[in-house]
């Protein structure tokens, strides 16, 4: 009963989706409507624990290395800048009059289900990089995410999270519901989808192509060094500098399959099914290889 009241105090729900009260408010969700977004801004949709801070640190470089070569600076964004807006939907309601000023090319962050993004972006065909990762790695990851923030509900035993996970008690809303409604958009042009899975597979391939899909080009030495100050190692070493004293709890232990140290048997049923009946057969569905 403590876990519950924990719960509710943490989360408020908007449009049907729960989200964290310490990080995101209505008046905000609101004011996001003003965002003026361009052909040249670099989405990066991922549900949480996808592997997010990994891509941001692909595209951040990307953008760098592309601006130093057309405009001799050291990226788009100064460190403030970065600071206070890679995730959209997190921040005060100036955040928004303040980001249309900033100078191309911008990087945002958003976990949103495409229905509460901003218009602005499908409009203005915005380039949207979507993450996606396998649910039970993304379930393992959230629940020991939950357990090391305070700004996030925190469960006693892993049962008990896989319940509020299955059951759309989760802050962002349903994994399931997200891929779902992402698939509708997964084979536009304007939207390129890569796993976790395929980048930690080869993610020498894998930075090329998300180059070529924000048309920067990279020389090979270029491509070794995105490629090498964006491996697991590089980022968990650097973590106290980017992420303070949750360095940590955000680069854990960066591979696959680790659900299987929590999942038993018939949660591992239970999940297949519901994966099952949410995307089997669909694009991202079959792109994850399930
Ligand atoms: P684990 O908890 O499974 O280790 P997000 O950035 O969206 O919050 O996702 C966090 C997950 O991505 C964590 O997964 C984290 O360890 C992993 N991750 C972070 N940086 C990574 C990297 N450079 N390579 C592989 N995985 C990484």
Not at 74 to 85: I, K, Y
Not at 143 to 166: C, K, Q, R, V
């Amino acid at each position: 009963a403590a876990n519950k009241l924990d719960r509710d105090e943490l989360l408020f729900s908007y449009k049907g989706i729960l989200y964290p009260v310490t990080l995101c408010s209505p008046e905000v969700f609101r004011a996001m409507e003003s965002l003026e977004a361009r052909s040249d801004d670099i989405i990066l949709a991922g549900y949480p624990k996808s592997g997010t801070n990994w891509l941001g640190q692909i595209l951040s470089d990307l953008v760098a290395i592309s601006e130093k070569k057309i405009q001799n600076k050291e990226s788009s964004m100064n460190d403030e800048e970065l600071e206070e807006f890679p995730y959209l939907e997190i921040g005060d309601t100036g955040k928004y009059e303040r980001m249309n000023k900033l100078p191309s090319r911008r990087i945002v962050f958003t976990h949103l289900l495409p229905e509460n993004l901003p218009r602005s972006i499908f409009k203005n065909k915005a380039k949207i990089l979507l993450l996606i990762r396998n649910p039970k790695d993304v379930a393992t990851s959230f629940y020991h995410f939950s357990n090391g923030m305070s700004t996030l509900p925190s469960y006693e035993t892993w049962d008990d999270f896989f319940i509020a996970f299955m059951t759309k008690r989760m802050p962002w809303g349903c994994y399931f519901e997200y891929l779902s409604k992402w698939n509708k958009y997964a084979a536009d042009e304007n939207v390129m989808t890569i796993t976790y899975e395929e980048l930690k597979e080869n993610p020498v391939l894998g930075v090329k192509n998300i180059a070529a899909f924000f048309g920067i080009s990279l020389t090979e030495k270029e491509l070794q060094t995105v490629v090498e100050r964006s491996s697991f190692q590089s980022m968990k070493k650097n973590s106290q500098k980017t992420h303070g004293t949750f360095g940590n709890v955000f680069f854990r232990k960066g591979g696959v399959s680790d659900w299987k140290n929590l999942f038993n048997e018939d949660q591992n049923e239970k999940m297949d099914k519901a994966f099952e009946e949410h995307v089997g057969g669909t694009k991202l569905g079959t792109k994850l290889k399930y």
